[in-house]
Nanobody, 136 residues
Framework: QVQLVESGGGLVQPGGSLRLSCAAS????????IAWFRQVPGKEREGVSC????????YYSDSVKGRFTISRDTAKKTVDLQMSSLKPEDTAVYYC?????????????????????????????WGQGTQVTVSS
């Protein structure tokens, strides 16, 4: 069973940058579709970005497109989310997630651009989350 651990969250001023990392144990990261979601208290989880195995397909929500970049670091064995030009509305708990049981996660990522979102229900393994706070 895969275990996901996020790191890299913190407090940053508007316009600043943060790099989140998602480490996976139990399975080879290159073979996994990894998605990043974020959640604010009282709201549903929002799919922010995802990448399919070997980064063949990547997706960004409209709210982060052009500011966030998802990538795999083979040396660190992580999937990272580089966040730049951060805004107060980016404040949330950020989670990474993967789908190891079916192809639903990969399908969700490949079709996300056309659908306009990533469904959290397509991912069954989640990290514990890391808090990102954008504030002056």
């Amino acid at each position: 069973q895969v275990q996901l651990v996020e790191s890299g969250g913190g407090l940053v001023q508007p316009g600043g940058s943060l790099r989140l990392s998602c480490a996976a144990s139990g399975l080879t990261l290159d073979l996994l579709t990894i998605a990043w979601f974020r959640q604010v208290p009282g709201k549903e989880r929002e799919g922010v970005s995802c990448t399919t195995p070997h980064d063949r397909t990547t997706y960004y929500s409209d709210s982060v497109k052009g500011r966030f970049t998802i990538s795999r670091d083979t040396a660190k064995k992580t999937v990272d989310l580089q966040m730049s030009s951060l805004k107060p509305e980016d404040t949330a708990v950020y989670y990474c997630a993967t789908d190891t049981r079916t192809a639903a996660g990969a399908v969700a990522c490949v079709t996300a651009e056309a659908v306009g979102t990533i469904d959290s229900g397509d991912f069954e393994s989640w990290g514990q989350g890391t808090q990102v706070t954008v504030s002056s």
